[in-house]
């Protein structure tokens, strides 16, 4: 079953932003039902808030999102249902805006942002590289993308 959440992120705020992923994660476990396997979908830059413009600048903001991202996966193993949430990567000295399916205690599959906006309030293409392709997975037998 797949249950699309909307959570009020807020640029900076990791922790608090995980706070309330973990917390509409864990009312999705409950209302579902002893057969179920959940996949929970948070919205894009869900773990760090968006958009987060000039921090993205910072190593160290980079590196507490992802560090972040694994921690939440980490939960994925025996606490948390599986879920994709939206993040940042940094990798190979390249920064992406990116889509995370954790499950089963690990980021199972990570999806570079492919279309860049870079007109009116956006300006992704400042700070992001270009992710190379879609994504396709399965989960609980039934493929996503």
């Known amino acids: 079953m797949l249950r699309l959440i909307q959570i009020n992120s807020t640029v900076r705020d990791i922790k608090g932003n995980i706070d309330q992923i973990v917390a509409r994660l864990t009312q999705c476990q409950t209302s579902s039902s002893p057969n179920e396997t959940p996949l929970c979908i948070f919205p894009e830059m869900?773990?760090?808030?968006?958009?987060?413009?000039?921090?993205?600048?910072?190593?160290?903001?980079?590196?507490?999102?992802?560090?972040?991202?694994?921690?939440?996966?980490?939960?994925?193993?025996?606490?948390?249902?599986?879920?994709?949430?939206?993040?940042?990567?940094?990798e190979n000295n390249q920064l992406f805006n990116a889509g995370f399916y954790l499950s089963e205690g690990n980021i199972q599959h990570i999806h570079k942002k492919v279309m860049l906006p870079n007109e009116g309030v956006f300006d992704e293409k400042r700070y992001f590289a270009t992710g190379q392709a879609p994504l396709i997975f399965e989960h609980a037998g039934m493929k996503i993308g």
Request: aromatic share 6%; proline share 7%.
């Open 46 to 90: 869900a773990i760090c808030g968006y958009p987060p413009e000039d921090l993205l600048l910072r190593r160290s903001f980079q590196t507490a999102c992802m560090e972040a991202t694994q921690a939440l996966a980490n939960r994925t193993k025996d606490e948390l249902p599986a879920m994709v949430v939206g993040g940042i990567w940094h």
